[in-house]
């Protein structure tokens, strides 16, 4: 079945430690791969998206992410967290053009 | 440049209601979808529309309707409202033929059906 896993429901960092969020997800072909972030309360902000090109991809407030084919995956890093990064993390599949299907999220918290 | 904007900002509904809440896609969209994000959970897709016609459907009931304008803007109405519904409704718009590649978000209307 299609999906989009997000293996780790809640993550606990201190600041200024590195980072990295998982996601894997299971479609036919290479799809469009997205990470949104949420705060309590607001709307979804992509922080980055890939579709084809280098792997490795950047995206706003210092996050990269990395898509491995060969594990179906596309992990979310930062290597110094701050507090203020403190949210909800999303990552979000887009099998075709026209609908997104995204993971259960990963809570973040960053100890002082 | 507004970007995607939703009214209204909260709702408070009865079981068995109707509701219809609104979306103002980004200036330059011209395709609207809708998510449902229920607490705890990451968002579902429920429709999405372009020249105002429904072009993808998620698996929603048919409770679960929408318009799209002629100036883009779009409608989700929900009928015979049930406490499941409960829940963050976010619009995205994005230019036609980009789809989800150029997505953007609005802040979201939370529905609380009592």
């Known amino acids: 079945a299609q999906s989009v896993t997000q293996p780790d429901i809640h993550i606990t960092v201190s600041e200024g430690a590195s980072l990295e969020l998982r996601c894997n997800y299971s479609y036919g072909a290479t799809p469009y791969l997205f990470w949104y972030v949420q705060s309590p309360g607001q709307g979804l902000q992509l922080l980055l998206k890939y579709f084809s090109g280098d792997t490795l991809v950047q995206g706003i407030k210092g996050f990269e992410a990395e898509f491995k084919r060969s594990q179906s995956s596309f992990n979310l890093r930062k290597p110094s967290v701050h507090w203020s990064d403190a949210a909800e993390y999303f990552c979000?599949?887009?099998?075709?053009?026209?609908?997104?299907?995204f993971g259960a999220g990963t809570r973040l918290t960053v100890k002082p | 440049d507004a970007g995607v904007t939703q009214s209204p900002t909260h709702l408070i509904k009865t079981r068995g209601q109707q509701v219809t809440l609104r979306c103002s896609p980004k200036s330059g969209h011209d395709t609207v979808s809708w998510y449902q994000q229920a607490l705890g959970q990451g968002p579902q897709f429920i429709f999405q529309y372009y020249e105002e016609e429904e072009r993808q459907r998620g698996n929603f009931p048919d409770r679960f309707s929408g318009h799209q304008f002629p100036n883009y803007s779009s409608e989700l109405n929900v009928n015979a409202l049930l406490l499941g519904d409960s829940a963050l409704y976010l619009c995205?718009?994005?230019?036609?033929?980009?789809?989800?590649?150029?997505?953007?978000f609005g802040p979201g209307t939370r529905l609380t059906v009592t």
């Open positions: 979000a599949v887009g099998p075709n053009n026209n609908d997104m299907r």
């Open positions: 995205a718009s994005s230019p036609g033929l980009a789809g989800v590649y150029e997505q953007y």
